[in-house]
Nanobody, 124 residues
């Protein structure tokens, strides 16, 4: 089992920044690819960013490329998502997730463990 706990969400004005953190506990963190998904009210959960187990490969949704950055610190068992140039359409609950696949995936079904989510609200 892997337990995931997100933090860092909040209310920010458009153009602002936030950094989300996800602390993992349980099994060896460095064995898992990590991802961030988000879900806005009335919408399906969507992929935001992913990073491979040792951090060499990353992948981003087109909507966040150039604005968001995913990173991980395997020594701290933590994955981060830096959110810059935020837009009102980025408003959602952001979920951290872990999966045992080798390649970064944008499919939620490939991830085995999910956090409870952290709310990000961007005002215009």
């Amino acid at each position: 089992q892997v337990q995931l706990a997100e933090s860092g969400g909040g209310l920010v004005q458009a153009g602002g920044s936030l950094r989300l953190s996800c602390a993992a506990s349980g099994r060896t963190f460095s064995n898992y690819a990590m991802g961030w998904f988000r879900q806005a009210p009335g919408k399906e959960r969507e992929f935001v960013a992913g990073i491979s187990s040792i951090g060499g490969n990353t992948n981003y949704a087109d909507s966040v490329k150039g604005r968001f950055t995913i990173s991980r610190d395997n020594a701290l068992n933590t994955v981060y998502l830096q959110l810059n140039s935020l837009k009102p359409e980025d408003t959602a609950v952001y979920y951290c997730t872990a999966g045992s696949m080798i390649q970064v995936s944008d499919h939620p079904g490939e991830y085995s463990y999910w956090g409870q989510g952290t709310q990000v609200t961007v005002s215009s």
